[in-house]
């Protein structure tokens, strides 16, 4: 799966995952300071800004994973808003080694995002 992402600055590796109401437009604040001490990876999630939904199933955590192995990235800090928190999390469970630090903001939990209260 291709997804557009943008990798600026260099230092220790940080993964953008915007909300599901966003694009990776989401963390242009962030690009003026963050890209002096980290390199900065932000990912159009599958469906949204520049990344069409190319398969089906859509594999969001799979789409993150591609796109830092397409930077040669193994291993990095993952900050998700909403969407992209729960992809975080999900990404986290499923390959561990990728995530050496997790920021989670408005993330719902996969295990019970589903379910009524």
């Keep these: 799966m291709s997804v557009w992402h943008d990798l600026r600055g260099e230092g220790p ?20 300071s963050f890209p002096q001490c980290h ?33 040669g990235i193994d291993r990095a800090a993952v900050v998700g808003v909403s969407l992209g ?12 080694e990728l995530v050496s630090a997790l920021v989670l903001v408005g993330a719902g939990s996969p295990i019970t995002s589903g379910r009524r209260r």
């Design 39 to 71: 390199s900065v990876l932000r990912v159009d999630l599958p469906g949204f800004g520049n990344s069409p939904l190319d398969t089906n199933p859509v594999s969001l955590r799979g789409a993150v994973r591609d796109a830092m192995d397409a930077e």
């Design 85 to 96: 928190g729960n992809t975080a999390l999900e990404l986290a469970l499923e390959s561990p």
């Design 13 to 32: 590796p940080v993964v953008l995952l915007h909300a599901g109401i966003a694009d990776s437009r989401l963390w242009e604040p962030q690009l003026r």
